[in-house]
């Protein structure tokens, strides 16, 4: 019947009015579904951006990671290096060793260092840096870790003398602020900037072992003796790696 109806047009206003219903709601309804498909595509392509960037993140920690571990591992090297060949011109017997913790709130201002009694470390091992730069002395010892105290500290002396042979003293620590060195007589030549260098007198501390130069020279009239501040060779609140001179 439909069919008829269509052949004689008699159906013709009411497609038409159906067309014109419709093409009104398809407006509508399509820009609604374009909106929700964009909105869904917008949503998962700032959901993959923010998973990509986590794994960015994750990459750039590893990389920063990996960077820092081959600049410490260069470091490394770098000190093995010149202590092998301090070692080389030397008869000691070095063991490297690594700064865990310091502790200058302590009056001896003392070092925590990662060898022990299992690496054959003994407490009055010398404690040098690269170049034979004494740094301190082991105070204690235990089975993996030892305390470095460094010479700095107001209980450490070492009998010393200027690299030309012109002055001898002892070079003590002075409560953490610096090192002096002491009892040099009068007779004797100091002049700022000659080197300072362990004697080995009295067994405690290795000869030749580089402290550091002489800064300001005092004399006094009254003065038996003449005294002298000494610019340590390092920093000792930077130390990171050090050698351990193993007692023969």
């Known amino acids: 019947m439909l069919i008829f109806l269509n052949g004689f047009g008699i159906l013709s206003p009411i497609l038409d009015y159906g067309r014109v219903s419709v093409n009104f709601l398809e407006v509508p309804l399509v820009s609604s579904l374009k909106w929700g498909r964009d909105w869904s595509k917008a949503f998962f392509e700032i ?11 994750k990459q750039i920690e590893a990389l920063n990671t990996e960077l820092a571990r081959r ?26 060793g690594e700064v865990l913790n310091y502790d200058f709130l ?41 305390f470095l105290e460094l010479i700095t500290s107001s209980g450490q002396a070492a009998n010393a003398r200027t690299a030309n042979g012109k002055a001898t003293g002892i070079v003590r620590g002075e409560h953490g602020l610096g090192l002096v060195f002491d009892q040099v007589s009068l007779s004797e030549t100091l002049s700022a900037d000659d080197r300072v260098v362990t004697s080995g007198l009295g067994g405690k ?8 130069k002489i800064g300001e020279v005092k004399i006094r009239s009254t003065d038996l003796f003449q005294v002298a501040t000494v610019i340590p060779a390092v920093s000792y609140r930077n130390l990171q790696f050090v050698f351990i001179i193993k007692n023969p």
């Open 205 to 212: 501390f290795l000869p030749d072992l580089y402290i550091g």
């Open 71 to 96: 600049e410490r591992a260069l470091e490394e090297n770098r000190i093995l290096r010149e202590a092998l060949g301090f070692q080389g011109s030397t008869k000691y017997e070095l063991v490297p």
């Open 106 to 146: 302590n009056i001896n201002e003392r070092v925590i260092l990662n060898r022990g009694e299992r690496d054959g470390v003994k407490a009055g091992d010398n404690v040098i840096v690269s170049g034979g730069t004494l740094v301190g002395i082991v105070s204690e010892v235990s089975q993996q870790t030892s």
């Open 47 to 57: 959901h993959d951006l923010v998973k990509q960037n986590d794994l960015l993140s």
